[in-house]
């Protein structure tokens, strides 16, 4: 990139490229029968540990009813489980079960794997760029 006429285009292929990688990366997963939004949410219990329907709503940026119909698949899947509160009776916590955490940790295992894979195959200073992208793409993602 010479000028700020190449960030448009930088732009646009970033963004394709992160897409394409991410939904590469999401076909990598322990049950196939799990939704990409439902094997979020377990990602999202697994980091964050017991949440409410509504602390996961607003985390996701999803409506309480479709956040409720993704819960509700994921507990009657078994790995999700519903805990009420023992600070408050009214609340629901909502927790990942021990077959929910094996298959966050096996989607974990199969995304590096396969990421790592493809990762051996390049040059080192090829590796050396992506290192340095990472960082900053995690800025970006943080801005």
């Known amino acids: 990139m010479t000028d700020e006429r ?11 490229s992160v897409i394409r990688l991410a939904r ?9 029968g799990l939704t990409d939004g439902q094997t979020t949410v377990l990602g999202v219990l697994a980091v964050r540990g017991a949440q409410t ?11 309480l009813p ?3 119909r993704t819960v509700n698949a994921l ?11 023992t600070d ?29 894979g493809r ?4 040059a080192p200073a090829q590796r050396r760029a992506l290192s340095e992208a990472a960082a900053v793409m995690q ?4 801005s």
């Open 6 to 16: 190449d960030i448009p285009d930088l732009s646009s292929e970033l963004r394709a």
């Open 24 to 32: 590469r990366l999401r076909a990598e997963k322990a049950d196939d």
């Open 53 to 63: 329907l509504s602390q996961l709503s607003k985390i996701e940026r999803v409506t």
């Open 66 to 68: 479709s956040m409720n």
């Open 75 to 85: 507990v009657a899947a078994g790995y999700v489980e519903r805990q009420t509160s």
């Open 88 to 116: 408050d009776r009214r609340k629901v916590l909502l927790s990942l079960s021990p077959a929910g955490n094996t298959v966050v940790r096996e989607t974990r295992r199969r995304r590096d794997e396969w990421l790592c």
């Open 119 to 122: 990762l051996e195959t390049l």
């Open 139 to 142: 800025g970006l993602a943080e």
